[in-house]
């Protein structure tokens, strides 16, 4: 048997709503959407697009500024709660669903943080230790390769010629 590839696409990008979801839909492949609230505050049209996307899709927390989470962590306890926990249930109440998924902003985290994660209710943790093999992945959060421009059928390419478990 072959692993799993599950897309995930982070920052709640507008074009998601424009290519990427009906791109997916007409291929019929799933993907998790890992938004930020702060980034959808001016433009509320984007949460009814969130709510009506077909159900092969997922939204999933990714804060509510994508702060550094590290770094509010050790500095900021009120707003590491409010980023962590409450952007958890704005967005569940915002787009009628349960959010049990969880991006680390810019991949910074630690065992503590992840703990907090699972106490806020979120059952997948992903980060960006894209290094990482799957073979090696922690069990409570998942590392994945990170597919940017300005090649990114390339990118892919490489990914899986690099490892063949994720074929």
């Given at each position: ?6 897309l ?6 507008f ?6 979801v009906?791109?997916l ?8 959407f890992?938004?930020?609230l ?11 697009k ?20 590290l770094?509010?962590y050790?500095?900021?306890?009120k ?21 049990v ?8 985290y ?8 699972k ?6 943790q ?32 490489e ?5 063949p478990?994720?074929?």
């Open positions: 048997d072959k692993p799993p590839l599950v995930t696409f982070d920052d709640g990008y074009a998601i709503f424009d290519i990427v009906p791109e839909s007409i291929r019929r492949y799933g993907a998790t890992f938004v930020y702060q980034k959808y505050d001016k433009t509320p049209w984007a949460f009814d969130l709510t009506t996307m077909p159900d092969i899709f997922e939204v999933g927390s990714h804060s509510f500024s994508h702060a550094d989470m770094k509010l050790k500095t900021d306890s707003n590491f709660y409010r980023e962590i926990f409450l952007s958890k249930k704005k967005l569940e109440y915002l787009v009628g669903k349960q959010v998924s969880w991006a680390w902003p810019y991949g910074y630690n065992k503590d943080m992840e703990s907090m994660a106490k806020a209710g979120y059952t997948i992903v980060n960006t230790e894209y290094k990482t093999t799957a073979n090696e992945l922690p069990k409570s959060s998942f590392s994945r390769f990170t597919v940017m421009n300005p090649d990114p059928v390339n990118q892919v390419k990914i899986l010629k690099k490892n478990f994720h074929r």
